[in-house]
């Protein structure tokens, strides 16, 4: 089945420690997308990636960190800059040969202990 | 700046009712609209994809119109059931910048038996 797969679903950190939250597609999407949810907010966009070896920051990008070795990995690294990393993360991608839909992962729920 | 705001925030109404959700858009220079059901504590299933040069789509019970000029599209639900509980979140894609996904910050639905 194609998809894309986060892993931990739950992941604890204590505090000052880095942390990578896992993102794998098997759809052969260019774009990857990481997006942070807050209770009662929208979703903010931390980084994107339309290509491999390349990335851009996006609205909340501060504290955390990505690489785009493989077309189909986007794991993001949630360091210990970032001050209040509880939340809900999301991954999702896109085809971007074309006008189409973007695909999400289930999630992963990071808790600061 | 695009900006995509959805009215209302939560909305509770009884089995059976056909029920309209909105979203709103700043700036109409959009390449396509998608429409995503969340369920809690999970990730983003995609419902419907309006392209820009489309004015509505449909998929069962669910119908879902564009209106670019006025910066809007709604999200039909006909005879509302339980299962359809969930929030509901739309995403522009805007033309300047195709591969970044701004979402508006959803509509708690309750549909009670």
């Known amino acids: 089945d194609g998809g894309i797969t986060q892993s931990p679903k739950y992941l604890f950190r204590k505090e000052g420690q880095n942390v990578t939250l896992s993102c794998e597609q098997n759809l052969n999407h260019d774009a990857m997308y990481w997006y942070r949810q807050d209770p009662g907010q929208g979703l903010r966009l931390i980084y994107y990636?339309?290509?491999?070896?390349?990335?851009q920051k996006g609205d909340i990008a501060e504290g955390y960190s990505v690489s785009r070795e493989k077309k189909e990995s986007f794991p993001l690294t949630v360091t210990s800059a970032q001050k209040n990393p509880t939340a809900f993360y999301l991954c999702a991608s896109r085809d971007r040969a074309g006008n189409t839909e973007a695909f999400f992962g289930q999630g992963t729920r990071l808790t600061v202990v | 700046k695009q900006e995509v705001t959805q009215i209302p925030a939560a909305l509770s109404v009884p089995e059976g009712e056909n029920l309209v959700l909105n979203c709103s858009f700043t700036d109409s220079a959009i390449y396509n609209l998608q429409w995503f059901r969340q369920d809690p504590g999970k990730g983003l299933t995609s419902l419907l994809l309006?392209?820009?040069?489309?004015r509505e789509q449909t998929s069962g019970r669910l119908n879902a119109s564009l209106d670019k000029s006025s910066g809007r599209s709604t999200l039909y639900i006909a005879a509302s059931q339980p299962g359809d509980s969930a929030t509901y979140l739309c995403?522009?894609?805007?033309?300047?910048?195709?591969?970044?996904?701004?979402f508006g910050t959803g509509t708690r639905l309750q549909v009670f038996p």
């Open positions: 995403a522009v894609l805007t033309r300047y910048n195709t591969d970044k996904l701004i």
């Open positions: 990636s339309q290509i491999v070896n390349d990335f």
């Open positions: 309006i392209q820009s040069s489309q």
